[in-house]
């Protein structure tokens, strides 16, 4: 995958940010990804210092019809000092019901998915299919700040390619009552390609007093500092960069990096203590694909990886990947 470096020897300034009545100990967070961002994945970065983490997406609809697939997604670990939960919808009084549920009691933060850019989420009107209702994403917004939540929202640049609705729809959404705005800086046709356009996220960060965030295309420290150079955002969000590496957040951070092995191991280990041995051999199996991309001996690992049914064959692969690589 291609890396962009910046120009300069430009370092990302870390800083908290303060989110409503909220405060992150840094400004370096990760997206909403979803399929990946389970309980034990934030738990993984925020031990390793992320400044805020999401869950995946959760379908308010989902959440008031009571659907045991959907309050799987709600789990949280202690290592979540500010919990945030990330949700999609159409319809603003499903979400303040959604939102009064006490299953979301113990969210501190409300994210509302308006970028997601998947057929089947667009087509029902959901994620960013908003971007075509402005005055439906500001309802949601006034709703759910009125029934006393702190609220963040994650967009895109517009549909279309030159078609940008953010820095407009982004000044209505503060005024009613968003706290955070994270922009994923591409169209919804983009989906996660192509340069993302750093200009237009520094236009809506002039546009609105609230912090925003930059996200699209980091994979590296450079690509962080390159984009709080060029946006002049207030922080970046992973995505992508986070699920293979997840120790791009110290990178970043310029803090130490964890013991590589221990962690991949204690990520695998929180999700048989879950769901089970076996489910969890099987579950583990897309992320540990991304673990073991790009690293010497990958196919024959992988291939050992998609036939595991026990804890210790998972372990074996692991230190087999690393004995390989040392």
Known sequence: MPTKRSSNNCTMNIKSLAIGRLSTKNNVFVAPLAGFSDFAFRNICYTLGAGLCFTEMVSVKGLTYGGQGTKELLKTTDAEYVKAVQLFGDDPDIFVKAVKLTELDKFDLIDVNMGCPVPKVFNNGEGSALL?????????????????????????????????????????????????????ARAKCDYYSGEPDY???ERLKNAVKIPVIFNGGIFTASDADMAMEKSGADGVMLARGALRTPWLINEILKTPLPDKRELITRHFDMICDDRGERAACTYFRKQMALYLKNVRGAKKLKEKVFVALTKKEYHDVIDEAFSLNE
């Open 199 to 201: 200009a237009e996220c």
């Open 132 to 184: 075509l209702k402005p005055d439906l994403a500001e309802a949601i917004v006034s709703k759910l700040a009125k029934a006393g939540k702190t609220v963040s929202v994650k967009m895109r640049l517009g549909v279309e390619r030159g078609q940008n609705v953010a820095v407009e729809l982004g000044k209505r959404l503060e005024g009613a009552g968003a706290k955070l705005l994270t922009l994923h």
